[in-house]
Nanobody, 121 residues
């Protein structure tokens, strides 16, 4: 069994900062990719940022230079530092992980339950 639990969302004024955390636990052999997606009301879920086990990162154009993704492999945790938040960053943020629970099978996608980020004017 694998659990993926997010924390750190909330209400912040425009221009402020928030840090999201996501920790994976359970029968984990390795985690290849960790990252964040978001879904705003009435919109499709979109990629925010992902990071590989080796530290390579990919960002959506809309957040590059504003958000920073990082991970602690020893803690199976991924972070998203969000600075200079804008109204359009309001969304439910979902943690994404690709986790191997066996050395003989490919990884499986696991998602967190989502954490609300609301940016107010």
């Amino acid at each position: 069994q694998v659990q993926v639990v997010e924390s750190g969302g909330g209400l912040v004024q425009a221009g402020g900062s928030l840090r999201l955390s996501c920790a994976a636990s359970g029968s984990i052999v390795s985690i290849d990719v960790m990252g964040w997606y978001r879904q705003a009301p009435g919109k499709q879920r979109e990629l925010v940022a992902i990071i590989t086990k080796g530290g390579s990162t990919t960002y959506a154009d809309s957040v590059r230079g504003q958000f920073t993704i990082s991970r602690d492999n020893d803690k199976n945790t991924v972070y998203l530092q969000m600075n200079s938040l804008k109204l359009e960053d309001t969304a439910v943020y979902y943690c994404y992980t690709n986790i191997r629970t066996s050395s003989f099978r490919p990884g499986t996608n696991y998602w967190g339950q989502g954490t609300q980020v609301t940016v107010s004017s």
